[in-house]
């Protein structure tokens, strides 16, 4: 069974940068498309970033903020957030699916395991 912990949120002032971390554990990480998917209450989650399973395959919907990486090595995926704003706020959730190779996904529904979630929270 696939589990996923994320890490890494936090509260902030807007113009900072965090790191969100999720380790994958209880199968083969490199059998994994990965994504980093938000919500906000009364919302429906997001994606914000995805990539394949080797990494070299990226999807960010927050452009020239949020970037998104893997190390296979550490069965770990990394949401790098900068520039935070208030509207960022949200929970963050890590996901996981298998996928073919060079492929990400962006639908949430695409997705089979998903961690508890990080909070991030922006302040003014």
């Known amino acids: 069974q696939v589990q996923l912990v994320e890490s890494g949120g936090g509260s902030v002032q807007a113009g900072a940068s965090l790191r969100l971390s999720c380790v994958l554990s209880g199968r083969t990480f490199t059998n994994y498309a990965m994504g980093w998917f938000r919500q906000v209450p009364g919302k429906e989650r997001e994606c914000v970033a995805a990539?394949?399973?080797?990494?070299?395959e990226t999807f960010s919907a927050v452009k020239g903020r949020f970037a998104i990486s893997r190390d296979n090595d550490k069965k770990t995926v990394y949401l790098e957030m900068s520039s935070l704003r208030p509207d960022d706020t949200a929970v963050y959730y890590c996901?996981?699916?298998?996928?073919?190779?060079?492929?990400?996904?962006?639908?949430?529904?695409?997705?089979?395991?998903w961690g508890r979630g990080t909070q991030v929270t922006v302040s003014e």
């Open positions: 996901a996981a699916t298998l996928g073919n190779a060079e492929l990400y996904y962006t639908r949430a529904d695409v997705y089979d395991y």
């Open positions: 990539l394949d399973r080797s990494g070299k």
